[in-house]
């Protein structure tokens, strides 16, 4: 079993469409959940991490982390076309010093 | 835009050769990773190095090694290509300390004829 596990996808939306993605995990010692977007023939750039538990808001972006439930998920408010990319979640602990990549999700937003 | 780099961007070569894959960054993070990613499909750790001749094997096997003699540099060597190994790989930095964003380069799509 993987330590973390994504939603697969693909996901197809459209334009203004509230978007969510999810990612479970089995290591309790995860302390920092990342999000990072992936458009094609690109590498990964972050989008927004949270550290432990918790809500965190960046314009459109919410991250969520539930560790009670080993949960977390990015929802996207008011998707734009420029949203269509695959979505990675990470995890990592302090100790570990290499994240753990979810398989990815990907995401289409249609005009 | 992160100060990370990867050379070549695409790279066709003959089963038998030997390539580098060149990676630097300008950071100075401590931290660096060889990931491989099929187009559509997860990214799979095959090194990475906590700094200054530190390597280590990530969670997938490879032919591939590394080395880490400068803290920028970070190149992938394949003795001998093989088909198999078409593939892109992707090179990422980060810091020692605080968040554990990882800064990815372009990439080096490598196809093995």
């Known amino acids: 079993q993987k330590e973390v596990e994504q939603d697969p996808g693909p996901l197809s939306v459209p334009e203004g469409a509230i978007v969510s993605l999810n990612c479970t995990y089995s290591?309790?010692?995860?302390?920092?959940f990342m999000w990072y977007r992936q458009y094609s023939r690109k590498g990964p750039e972050l989008l927004m991490y949270?550290?432990?538990?918790g809500n965190k808001e960046d314009g459109r972006f919410t991250a969520q982390v539930d560790k009670s439930s080993k949960y977390i998920s990015l929802f996207i408010r008011d998707s734009q076309p420029s949203d269509s990319a695959t979505y990675l979640c990470?995890?990592?602990?302090?100790?570990?010093?290499?994240?753990?990549f979810g398989d990815g999700t990907t995401l289409t937003v249609k005009p | 835009e992160a100060d990370i780099y990867q050379t070549p961007r695409y790279l066709v070569i003959g089963t038998g050769k030997k390539i580098t894959l060149e990676c630097s960054q300008t950071m100075g993070h401590d931290k660096m990773y060889w990931y491989q990613q099929d187009p559509g499909m997860e990214l799979h750790l095959i090194h990475y190095s906590y700094g200054v001749n530190s390597t280590e094997k990530g969670d997938l096997s490879s032919e591939s090694t590394v080395s880490r003699i400068r803290t920028e540099h970070f190149p992938l060597t394949l003795e001998s290509a093989r088909p198999s190994h078409t593939s892109q790989y992707l090179c990422?930095?980060?810091?020692?300390?605080?968040?554990?964003?990882?800064?990815f380069g372009q990439g080096t799509r490598l196809t093995v004829v």
């Open positions: 949270t550290y432990s538990s």
């Open positions: 990422a930095s980060s810091a020692r300390t605080g968040a554990p964003e990882a800064f």
């Open positions: 290591n309790s010692a995860f302390q920092y």
């Open positions: 990470a995890m990592e602990n302090t100790n570990a010093g290499k994240s753990t």
